[in-house]
């Protein structure tokens, strides 16, 4: 009979420990945000220009909350904050993007539903105002995946979204970055693009070294992942070049069976190594941590082959992650339950 209740009171303790041990629910819904990685430096950054960024991520992480709290889907979130970004000049999306050697706004964007595997992506445009509702157009209402130049712009008009004169792209901090950057490589200026405002003063904020690009990852209340980058791709960029930001496992991808990326960076290098989907593998076959898995591409993987800037992540249980081998990173995360968190630094949480 001793040995009896022994052996009760061990189950006992032992149900009573478990209860006691506190269980870390998911998160109802989560996001994590990028505005671009690059050389961002304490001592490079104005007061005035770092209380703006600072303001707009605030704003873009309000934004996605909103949606998000609202009952809106992952895929409602990444759009409606890209949507901000793209019209927001402080960074290299829609209206503040960087300009080609010829003088021209390419734009990239790209949306993937983590639910469906379903994707939509964009290179090349010049006319839609929004590329990332294109990029989403393109996976809701066409039989395609990717679109480009001219051909995507003209799908965009056929399903009503606005379109905008290239002029309407134009900033005065990108077209003087442009100029600094032909003149350093002995290339000629091209014209200044017909339609643009009259040279005019701008804040000055030191450059980024061309990586301005946008993104976001989303975890919705059912459970559904979905991940969206956009960019003006890289100041003086010639002949078509084409980065990670719109290829799908590059610099966007989204599946509920492991995470959700955005990434920003030097393309080339985020290409070759399939940076998102390859965080998302060593989530689902290698059982890592999203942290662990993110630091391994970016710290090690990217770092050891020479390419530089970072991403977001996400999982379906509400692990959230960002990693990059850059000085500084725009960046901001918040989730059901936890305070918001907006950094730009690297010494920064």
């Keep these: ?53 600072r303001a707009a991520m605030d704003r873009a992480v309000r934004t996605g909350t909103a949606v998000l709290e609202q009952g809106g889907t992952a895929m409602d979130a990444v759009e409606a904050v890209i949507l901000e ?14 300009f080609t050697a010829e003088g021209r706004n390419e734009l990239d964007a790209a949306v993937m539903d983590g639910a469906t595997l379903k994707a939509g992506s ?46 309407w792209f134009f900033t005065e901090r990108r077209w003087a970055q442009l100029i600094k950057a032909l003149t350093d490589q002995g290339l000629p200026v091209p014209p ?9 003063a701008f804040i000055d904020i030191p450059d980024d070294r061309k990586f301005g690009t946008v993104g976001v990852v989303a975890l919705d209340s059912a459970g559904n992942l979905a991940a969206g980058t956009s960019t003006g791709g890289t100041t003086a960029k010639r002949w ?18 492991s995470c959700a990326v955005s990434a920003t ?33 970016i710290q090690t993987r990217l770092t050891a082959l020479g390419g530089d800037g970072g991403i977001v992540a996400l999982t379906p249980d509400g692990q959230m992650a960002w990693s990059f081998n850059t000085s500084g990173m725009y960046r901001a995360r918040a989730a059901q339950g936890q305070a918001s968190v907006i950094s730009i630094y690297k010494d920064e949480p």
């Design 265 to 297: 960076g030097t393309g080339e290098y985020f290409i070759r190594l399939t940076v998102a989907r390859e965080i998302c593998a060593l989530v689902q076959y290698k059982g890592m941590t999203l942290q662990q898995a993110a630091d391994e591409v």
């Design 122 to 167: 964009v290179a090349g445009v010049t006319r839609t105002r929004h590329p990332i509702s294109l990029a989403r157009a393109v996976m809701e209402k066409s039989r395609h995946v990717m679109m480009i130049g001219a051909g995507a712009d003209a799908f965009a008009a056929s399903v009503g979204l606005e379109q905008v004169d290239p002029a």
């Design 240 to 257: 078509g070049r084409v980065g990670d930001a719109p290829i799908i496992g590059a610099g966007t991808y989204a599946s509920n069976q």
């Design 1 to 53: 009979m001793i040995k009896q209740y022994g052996k009760l009171a061990l189950v006992a303790f032992g149900v009573f420990a478990l209860m006691a041990t506190p269980v870390l629910a998911r998160p109802k819904w989560a996001l994590v945000i990028h505005g671009g990685a690059g050389v961002i430096e304490r001592n490079q950054m104005s007061p005035e220009a770092e209380a703006a960024y």
């Design 85 to 98: 970004f793209e019209d927001d000049p402080l960074f290299n999306a829609g209206r503040g993007a960087v």
């Design 192 to 200: 200044r693009p017909k339609g643009a405002p009259e040279p005019h």
